[in-house]
């Protein structure tokens, strides 16, 4: 996985979708990848299920994971990494190993209920 450089939101409209209708830049598509360019400031993580302390289930690939750590190694630091959810994604205690890495921030969506 990389992050790479999108210019506009016209550049982000012309990505091809994949098989699993993401929009994303195709093979060879020659673009300034972030870690070569001096890094990362902030990540939003997607994931199935959240702790409040920071951990978080995804899918099993470790893809976030792993490009967190390539952060790590390239630039000054890991970037700050903010996950947005529903109340009902938030769990006690998510399965965590020690390939995992914590969140920073957990922002709670709230139900849109003001009583």
């Known amino acids: 996985m990389n992050m790479l450089r999108l210019h506009s939101m016209d550049d982000f409209n012309s990505l091809p979708k994949t098989k699993w209708n993401i929009k994303q830049p195709a093979e ?3 673009r300034e990848d972030a870690l070569a360019t001096g890094g990362l400031d902030l990540i939003i993580i997607p994931g199935l299920g959240f702790s409040k302390r920071g951990d978080r289930l995804g899918r099993g690939k470790g ?12 630039q000054s630091g890991k970037p700050y990494t903010i996950a947005l959810a529903y109340k009902e ?3 006690d205690e998510v399965p965590v190993s020690e390939f995992d890495v ?11 209920d003001s009583g």
């Open 28 to 30: 060879g598509d020659d």
């Open 63 to 74: 893809y976030y994971d792993n490009y967190q750590r390539r952060c790590m190694e390239t």
């Open 89 to 91: 994604q938030i769990c």
């Open 102 to 112: 914590t969140i920073d921030d957990v922002l709670i969506g709230s139900d849109g």
